[in-house]
Nanobody, 115 residues
Framework: QVQLVESGGGLVQPGGSLRLSCAASLSISSINTMGWYRQAPGKERELVATIGSADSKNYAEAVKGRFTISRDNAKNTVYLQMNSLKPEDTAVYYC?????????WGQGTQVTVSS
């Protein structure tokens, strides 16, 4: 069983910051494919950021320069630091992990950016 539990979402005003956490139920030190997706109302789920086992990082163009993905292998946790938030960042954010050709998803955490 692989479980992913997100936390850290909430309501924030434009320009604010949030840090999302994703705690995994297994050791992630050797997991290469981890990251965050988001799904806004009426939109398809889209990739936000990925992080590899060697700490390689990739970001969607819409969040590049504002979001930072990181991992703490000792805590089996992946983070998404979100700065300079915009209303268009409003979405449910999902942590994901791929292990042995299987995709795993967290339950999602709501991020709402509104004044």
């Amino acid at each position: 069983q692989v479980q992913l539990v997100e936390s850290g979402g909430g309501l924030v005003q434009p320009g604010g910051s949030l840090r999302l956490s994703c705690a995994a139920s297994l050791s992630i030190s050797s997991i290469n494919t981890m990251g965050w997706y988001r799904q806004a109302p009426g939109k398809e789920r889209e990739l936000v950021a990925t992080i590899g086992s060697a700490d390689s990082k990739n970001y969607a163009e819409a969040v590049k320069g504002r979001f930072t993905i990181s991992r703490d292998n000792a805590k089996n946790t992946v983070y998404l630091q979100m700065n300079s938030l915009k209303p268009e960042d409003t979405a449910v954010y999902y942590c994901y992990l791929r292990r042995l050709l299987t995709n795993y998803w967290g339950q999602g955490t709501q991020v709402t950016v509104s004044s």
